[in-house]
Each structure stands twice: as C-alpha cells, then as structure tokens.
C-alpha cells in the first residue's frame, strides 16, 4: 500500500507534536498546519489522503476551513476528520452537517486515532 499523507491542522504545539508521533509510528506521511488558513493551503498544493482538522482554532475556525474544502470541486473528495473537544456533541453534530466523513475525540488516544484511520484507509482505499 502507498504511504498515506495525513494533514494535521491544530494550533496546540504539544496536541500537534504528539499527532505527529503518533502518525510517523503509523507510518504515515504528516504534514502540519497551525492555523486554518495554512491548512488550506498545505491541502490545495499537498492533496493529503486525509485531513484532521481541529475544531477550534485562532482566526478561521475548522468548521469554516472544512466548509471551504467542501464547497471546492476540487478538494471535496478530500475526507476530513473533526478533532473535538471530549464532550462537544454541537461540534461532532456541526462537522457531520458540513459533510466532514468523521471526528476525533480529544484528548486522542493513540490506539483510537490509529485504529480509526487504518479502518477509514481499509474501507475507502483505492480497491474497494
Ligand atoms: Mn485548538
């Protein structure tokens, strides 16, 4: 299977670094964004396979920048997983309105974010 590039957008240094390590010990590609708008633009030039987008982030939040890529011909295909706060059902009920293909509950547990990716990869490859 192709490596897999994952974008990671989430202003928090220490949740961003961790996703990182988390997703290298994964064996993905990581690309990283610390604001909605540098996101954007990582997606536009990088096409990553996948998108973690943080909910709530200084200036355009992720639901804005989720909206965006959604409304793109281009970049709609592009599955974008919510990163949310434990208990904000709004925010997972929000990101499902705009048609993001999942969420993520923080604080993330390493088990959960990579099982939850390997069975979005082996339900959505290329194959099925
Ligand atoms: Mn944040």
Redesign the pocket.
């Known amino acids: 299977m192709a490596e897999k590039t994952i974008l990671v957008v989430?202003?928090?240094d220490i949740n961003r670094e961790l996703m990182r390590v988390v997703l290298q010990r994964g064996e993905y590609r990581v690309l990283e964004a610390a604001d909605a708008e540098t996101g954007l633009d990582l997606a536009r030039q990088e096409r990553p396979d996948l998108i973690l987008m943080?909910i709530?982030?200084p200036g355009m939040d992720g639901l804005s920048a989720a909206k965006i890529l959604k409304s793109d011909p281009r970049m709609q295909h592009m599955p974008i997983f919510a990163l949310t706060g434990f208990a904000l059902e709004s925010d997972r009920q929000k990101a499902a309105d705009i048609g993001m293909e999942g969420y993520i509950v923080k604080p993330v547990s390493v088990k959960g974010l990579l099982d939850t990716l390997a069975d979005w990869f082996r339900t959505h490859g290329p194959d099925q």
Do not use: F, R, S, T
Request: glycine residues 0%; charged residues 50%; without cysteine.
């Open positions: 989430e202003d928090n943080d709530q982030l």
